[in-house]
């Protein structure tokens, strides 16, 4: 499916809930892509994309930030406390801030460099042990105590678990931002993208609808 198709659809999500059109943004999620379909998906004018791995980000994106202006790399995946500093040269946005560590490792970077990708709390909302995430009783704390660190927080990040019904989750997540005054809301995927979108999401993570499978 191409891009303009995958907007087209977010576009309509959004008018049949009486949103704003074009206030949802598309991050086509690139990680384990070929480069050649990246290339093609920046040649249609594309710009946001989102990656799952620093490491993978770092051999990617340099040489395409290079070539087209204006791109736009968001890290969706776990991140470790030591790849945080590299992480900040890679990112414009980081969805995966889990645990108070990396939030303490992060400010201390945000006052050394003097600036720090927007941050997006991951919020584990199906409480899955094998999931990264706050877990939603905690998240109210975690909020205020980044703050407390001066960190520039955007909003908040759900993964639902596959077996689930996903508007619940997505539900969930945007009462936890509203009574945070948390605007942002990076949820929804390709196969969920429109229900994300009539509740609420600021950002969907759109891979394998636009690029195809990934091969392995």
């Known amino acids: 499916m191409s891009i ?30 070929p480069n050649e379909r990246v290339s093609a998906v920046l040649e ?7 990656e799952n791995q620093v490491q993978e ?10 070539q087209f202006n204006n791109v736009e790399v968001h890290l969706l995946g776990p991140l470790q406390t030591n790849k945080a500093r590299q992480a900040f040269t890679l990112f414009d946005a980081i969805h995966s ?10 400010a201390r970077l945000a006052q050394e460099v003097g600036q720090c990708p927007r941050l997006f709390i991951q919020v584990n909302t199906g409480e ?5 995430g706050v877990l939603p009783s905690d998240a109210d704390g975690f909020v205020t105590e980044c703050r407390s660190m001066d ?14 019904e996903p508007s619940l989750h997505f539900a969930l997540l945007a009462k936890i931002a509203k009574r945070n005054g948390l605007a942002g ?10 229900s994300a979108v009539a509740l609420g999401a600021t950002h969907v993570r759109v891979g394998s609808a636009i690029f195809g499978d990934r091969p392995y």
């Not at 907007?7 to 074009?22: L, P, S, Y």
């Not at 960190?151 to 689930?164: F, H, K, S, T, W």
């Open 185 to 194: 809301l990076s949820m929804g995927m390709s196969n969920d993208f429109q």
């Open 97 to 106: 801030l889990d645990r108070p560590k990396l939030a303490k490792a992060m």
């Open 151 to 164: 960190l520039p927080l955007a909003g908040l990040m759900c993964i639902p678990p596959a077996e689930e």
């Open 4 to 33: 303009l198709e995958i907007q087209n659809q977010i576009h309509k999500a959004e008018a049949d809930v009486g949103r704003k059109v074009g206030s949802t943004q598309l991050i086509a999620v690139s990680k384990r892509q």
């Open 44 to 50: 249609q004018g594309h710009r946001m994309f989102g």
């Open 57 to 66: 980000a770092g051999a990617k994106w340099p040489a395409f930030r290079d």
């Open 128 to 132: 899955e042990p094998q999931k990264s």
